[in-house]
């Protein structure tokens, strides 16, 4: 019963795929020349050539950002109305149907992708190890550039699922073409940039969050390779590729729950799912918002972000457009403003809502930490630094940073010595001029008697170069000199 | 057999942007369309005919009310719509086929596709197979469609409007074609026309819709007897219209010139004959109407004729 049903969603699927052959055909040209452009790269070029073909993998790219205009042609019923009369009186459940769409986008272009983007790194990789002439030399190169292949491989097609998935997203939401287009493009950005920008916003930048530089980035986004921040964890980051996908083809398949909410009466409508075009939209504003707050000089284009944000609710309304609804989206856009500073204020009060207090939770065995505050006084740098345990202590009057050798420490000592910086992270004063100086760019500001110290707590393996944590927090001279008093007091630190 | 019961739709704005007022477009409308004939939808503009066979063919989703075909729920049951077949008054959605891929596209839907058929029915249309159908004309994209439809071996057959915009030849061709499979067949042919004498000529049955609701429903030759006109003289004084409605009979229409009254009443010729033999009249008439009259007439006393429009 299963595989006879399966059988004739494959068949609606293959009966579907085979209208779009000429969407195929471009698609298949696109990806095959991509791939012959990145895998004869440089073999005519003498040694030292590089394994990258930017006009390849631009064209494997391209191919693969070709998802949003596959499912719209896919899901033609949604957005057509004399599609929807056809597709509709199919003899065909609603399951069926969606399944035999989302089967439609495999073989049209998924499984092209995925075809073409192999051909290209297996041959890439042969062509690597047989013909370059740094990889015969040195072995390891073979192991570096494979190492750096599949790691773009994993990332492209995390990308291309989740661009698919958005475009789905889009697809089944949405009820004219133009509509599904710019709402894929806009939420798949925001939807990749927010988790990235929030976190570096409010809860590292403003909140003090310790960084992790070394870290993958955890996240559902395209694409995985652009954020991708490790250069050892290959395996990981495939992991997390692969689970990227799994998410995308889970979202694909939820959608279905609105899908068959909906009937041709709908096909060609503006935005079907209100609750889709509210969230839209504001994800949308709060991502380009948080994406301006990075630097002061960009904030006077928030004015851009209302004037789009009002505009798509012109075109989208145009239908029943009206000075009142005007007034009431601008009312709404200026909330929504304030959602968001508020938002950010919350981010500041509660050092990134509680992040400042999170350590990485690994194993910080043998480890090295180190803490140094440093302020400006009178143009001089004054450098208190706490290298601990076993190490040494030092207050300095002088810019230059300070060579040391460190003993290594226990997962517990790194702890306690993190726990007492990250108390003080917690401890700042929270005034509105400080708050405010992280949009304008003035965080040298007075306070009161003292100067703002900023100190850094770095926990790293091996060589400084290599900083694993890193943490950052802005503290008042008499705050400094408490720190390094509470510092002095854990046992078995010794201080030179 | 096609069960129509207590339909009704309504239109509400579910889209953002959309206004929220329902508009009803079929209003407990209950149907039954026999195995076997042939079947017109007439109605006015925006009557509801094209929403009704959208939710016979599981186009739309019902709100209220059941269709059912051959016992089955029509809405989101493949089998159901397996022995149904809709052509709507568009071709642009085939645009890009080539014929031998639109008898693919139907093939991977329909288990009863028929390629057999479908190559008979090209030969005899004498459509190319190799060539996309946005270079055909209007008439070889809807013969294209027609011979698809029926390739497909579907036990009812739906066209919405299918044969407006072609000329007569080719509307007479395609009918043939279609009335010969159908017969063959045994199969139902459900049509929607604007074009009243088309339906009389090629339908059994019939139906009328206004403003979502149903006018009457039955076979053709009941639908003209149900309807007739009169004209009646009498020398002393002019006939009333409250004197004919005194009888019993219903009057759709009326109009008096000198002492010669013309009336349109609603029923069978004898009864109405019988009824107005006590007006004492010198002279009574009955004039037979056609189906387009019948049409005109029932849809004036809606207050849809030249008149009413022209006052509002």
């Given at each position: 019963?299963?595989?006879?049903?399966?059988?004739?969603?494959?068949?609606?699927?293959?009966?579907?795929?085979?209208?779009?052959?000429?969407?195929?055909?471009?698609?298949?040209?696109?990806?095959?020349?991509?791939?012959?452009?990145?895998?004869?790269?440089?073999?005519?070029?003498?040694?030292?050539?590089?394994?990258?073909?930017?006009?390849?993998?631009?064209?494997?790219?391209?191919?693969?950002?070709?998802?949003?205009?596959?499912?719209?042609?896919?899901?033609?019923?949604?957005?057509?109305?004399?599609?929807?009369?056809?597709?509709?009186?199919?003899?065909?459940?609603?399951?069926?149907?969606?399944?035999?769409?989302?089967?439609?986008?495999?073989?049209?272009?998924?499984?092209?992708?995925?075809?073409?983007?192999?051909?290209?790194?297996?041959?890439?990789?042969?062509?690597?190890?047989?013909?370059?002439?740094?990889?015969?030399?040195?072995?390891?190169?073979?192991?570096?550039?494979?190492?750096?292949?599949?790691?773009?491989?994993?990332?492209?097609?995390?990308?291309?699922?989740?661009?698919?998935?958005?475009?789905?997203?889009?697809?089944?939401?949405?009820?004219?073409?133009?509509?599904?287009?710019?709402?894929?493009?806009?939420?798949?950005?925001?939807?990749?940039?927010?988790?990235?920008?929030?976190?570096?916003?409010?809860?590292?930048?403003?909140?003090?969050?310790?960084?992790?530089?070394?870290?993958?980035?955890?996240?559902?986004?395209?694409?995985?390779?652009?954020?991708?921040?490790?250069?050892?964890?290959?395996?990981?980051?495939?992991?997390?590729?692969?689970?990227?996908?799994?998410?995308?083809?889970?979202?694909?398949?939820?959608?279905?729950?609105?899908?068959?909410?909906?009937?041709?009466?709908?096909?060609?409508?503006?935005?079907?799912?209100?609750?889709?075009?509210?969230?839209?939209?504001?994800?949308?504003?709060?991502?380009?918002?948080?994406?301006?707050?990075?630097?002061?000089?960009?904030?006077?284009?928030?004015?851009?972000?209302?004037?789009?944000?009002?505009?798509?609710?012109?075109?989208?309304?145009?239908?029943?457009?009206?000075?009142?609804?005007?007034?009431?989206?601008?009312?709404?856009?200026?909330?929504?403003?304030?959602?968001?500073?508020?938002?950010?204020?919350?981010?500041?009060?509660?050092?990134?809502?509680?992040?400042?207090?999170?350590?990485?939770?690994?194993?910080?065995?043998?480890?090295?930490?180190?803490?140094?505050?440093?302020?400006?006084?009178?143009?001089?740098?004054?450098?208190?630094?706490?290298?601990?345990?076993?190490?040494?202590?030092?207050?300095?009057?002088?810019?230059?940073?300070?060579?040391?050798?460190?003993?290594?420490?226990?997962?517990?000592?790194?702890?306690?010595?993190?726990?007492?910086?990250?108390?003080?992270?917690?401890?700042?004063?929270?005034?509105?001029?400080?708050?405010?100086?992280?949009?304008?760019?003035?965080?040298?500001?007075?306070?009161?008697?003292?100067?703002?110290?900023?100190?850094?707590?770095?926990?790293?393996?091996?060589?400084?170069?290599?900083?694993?944590?890193?943490?950052?927090?802005?503290?008042?001279?008499?705050?400094?000199?408490?720190?390094?008093?509470?510092l002095k007091k854990l046992g078995g630190i010794q201080v030179r | 057999m096609i069960e129509i019961t207590n339909v009704t739709m309504d239109f509400v704005g579910t889209a953002v942007g959309e206004s929220k007022r329902a508009v009803r477009?079929?209003?407990?409308?209950?149907?039954?369309?026999?195995?076997?004939?042939?079947?017109?939808?007439?109605?006015?503009?925006?009557?509801?005919?094209?929403?009704?066979?959208?939710?016979?063919?599981?186009?739309?989703?019902?709100?209220?009310?059941?269709?059912?075909?051959?016992?089955?729920?029509?809405?989101d049951n493949p089998e159901a719509k397996a022995d149904i077949f809709f052509v709507n008054d568009e071709t642009v959605q085939y645009a890009d086929f080539t014929l031998a891929a639109l008898a693919k596209y139907f093939a991977s839907y329909?288990?009863?596709?028929?390629?057999?058929?479908?190559?008979?029915?090209?030969?005899?249309?004498?459509?190319?197979?190799?060539?996309?159908?946005?270079?055909?004309?209007?008439?070889?994209?809807?013969?294209?469609?027609?011979?698809?439809?029926?390739?497909?071996?579907?036990?009812?057959?739906?066209?919405?409007?299918?044969?407006?915009?072609?000329?007569?030849?080719?509307?007479?061709?395609?009918?043939?074609?279609?009335?010969?499979?159908?017969?063959?067949?045994?199969?139902?042919?459900?049509?929607?026309?604007?074009?009243?004498?088309?339906?009389?000529?090629?339908?059994?049955?019939?139906?009328?819709?206004?403003?979502?609701?149903?006018?009457?429903?039955?076979?053709?030759?009941?639908?003209?007897?149900?309807?007739?006109?009169?004209?009646?003289?009498?020398?002393?004084?002019?006939?009333?219209?409250?004197?004919?409605?005194?009888?019993?009979?219903?009057?759709?229409?009326?109009?008096?010139t000198g002492s010669v009254t013309q009336a349109v009443v609603k029923g069978v010729g004898e009864e109405i004959t019988d009824k107005l033999e006590g007006l004492s009249a010198d002279f009574v008439e009955l004039v037979p109407l056609t189906?387009?009259?019948?049409?005109?007439?029932?849809?004036?006393?809606?207050?849809?004729?030249?008149?009413?429009?022209?006052?509002?």
């Open positions: 019963m299963a595989m006879s049903r399966w059988r004739r969603i494959n068949r609606f699927a293959l009966g579907e795929a085979r209208t779009h052959k000429r969407l195929f055909t471009v698609l298949n040209i696109t990806l095959g020349a991509g791939c012959l452009l990145q895998t004869v790269q440089g073999l005519a070029s003498g040694i030292y050539r590089s394994n990258i073909s930017f006009i390849g993998l631009g064209l494997l790219l391209a191919g693969g950002l070709i998802g949003p205009t596959v499912v719209i042609s896919v899901f033609r019923e949604l957005h057509n109305r004399q599609q929807s009369d056809v597709v509709y009186s199919l003899p065909m459940s609603t399951p069926e149907r969606y399944l035999s769409r989302l089967m439609a986008i495999v073989y049209l272009h998924i499984l092209p992708v995925l075809v073409w983007s192999a051909v290209a790194v297996i041959a890439t990789s042969i062509r690597t190890a047989f013909f370059d002439e740094n990889v015969r030399r040195y072995v390891l190169v073979t192991w570096a550039n494979n190492n750096m292949i599949l790691r773009m491989w994993a990332g492209y097609l995390a990308g291309v699922f989740f661009f698919d998935s958005i475009a789905v997203i889009c697809a089944v939401c949405c009820g004219r073409r133009a509509e599904i287009r710019y709402f894929t493009y806009l939420l798949a950005a925001s939807f990749s940039l927010a988790p990235l920008l929030l976190r570096m916003e409010l809860m590292v930048r403003i909140g003090g969050q310790a960084t992790e530089p070394s870290s993958l980035f955890y996240a559902w986004t395209f694409s995985l390779f652009i954020w991708d921040r490790t250069e050892t964890m290959t395996w990981l980051f495939i992991i997390l590729a692969v689970v990227n996908c799994l998410i995308s083809v889970g979202v694909m398949l939820l959608m279905y729950f609105i899908y068959r909410r909906r009937d041709a009466s709908s096909a060609g409508k503006p935005v079907v799912s209100r609750a889709f075009f509210e969230i839209a939209v504001a994800v949308c504003l709060m991502t380009y918002y948080t994406l301006l707050i990075s630097a002061p000089e960009l904030l006077p284009y928030m004015l851009v972000g209302g004037v789009v944000y009002l505009v798509i609710h012109i075109v989208t309304f145009r239908g029943t457009l009206s000075v009142a609804k005007v007034v009431l989206w601008t009312v709404k856009l200026g909330a929504t403003t304030a959602a968001f500073v508020l938002l950010l204020w919350i981010a500041y009060v509660t050092d990134g809502f509680g992040a400042a207090r999170y350590l990485p939770m690994r194993n910080l065995d043998n480890a090295n930490i180190l803490i140094d505050c440093s302020y400006n006084f009178y143009g001089g740098e004054n450098t208190v630094a706490f290298v601990g345990p076993d190490s040494f202590f030092w207050e300095r009057n002088y810019s230059n940073w300070i060579a040391f050798d460190s003993q290594e420490t226990t997962d517990a000592q790194i702890r306690q010595i993190a726990e007492v910086f990250q108390k003080y992270a917690s401890q700042r004063d929270k005034e509105f001029s400080d708050f405010w100086s992280f949009f304008t760019g003035s965080k040298e500001s007075y306070r009161g008697w003292d100067r703002v110290a900023t100190c850094t707590m770095n926990i790293w393996f091996g060589e400084r170069n290599n900083t694993m944590v890193e943490q950052q927090i802005n503290l008042t001279g008499q705050q400094v000199r408490n720190l390094i008093a509470d | 477009a079929l209003d407990d409308i209950s149907i039954t369309i026999p195995d076997g004939c042939v079947y017109g939808f007439l109605g006015s503009n925006g009557a509801g005919k094209s929403t009704l066979m959208r939710l016979m063919c599981g186009v739309y989703r019902m709100q209220s009310g059941s269709i059912t075909i051959d016992g089955r729920e029509v809405w329909y288990d009863r596709f028929s390629q057999e058929t479908f190559v008979r029915l090209i030969k005899t249309l004498g459509l190319p197979t190799d060539r996309k159908m946005v270079t055909f004309s209007k008439g070889m994209k809807r013969q294209s469609i027609v011979a698809a439809a029926l390739s497909c071996g579907t036990k009812y057959m739906v066209m919405d409007e299918a044969f407006d915009g072609l000329d007569p030849a080719m509307r007479k061709m395609l009918k043939d074609i279609i009335v010969d499979e159908m017969i063959d067949r045994n199969a139902t042919l459900i049509v929607s026309s604007h074009n009243v004498a088309e339906i009389n000529e090629l339908c059994d049955r019939a139906m009328l819709l206004h403003q979502g609701k149903l006018v009457f429903d039955d076979e053709i030759d009941n639908i003209r007897g149900s309807v007739s006109k009169v004209q009646i003289a009498r020398r002393s004084g002019v006939v009333t219209q409250d004197e004919i409605e005194a009888l019993g009979l219903e009057v759709m229409k009326y109009s008096a189906l387009e009259e019948v049409f005109i007439y029932e849809l004036e006393a809606r207050g849809y004729g030249y008149e009413s429009l022209a006052e509002n």
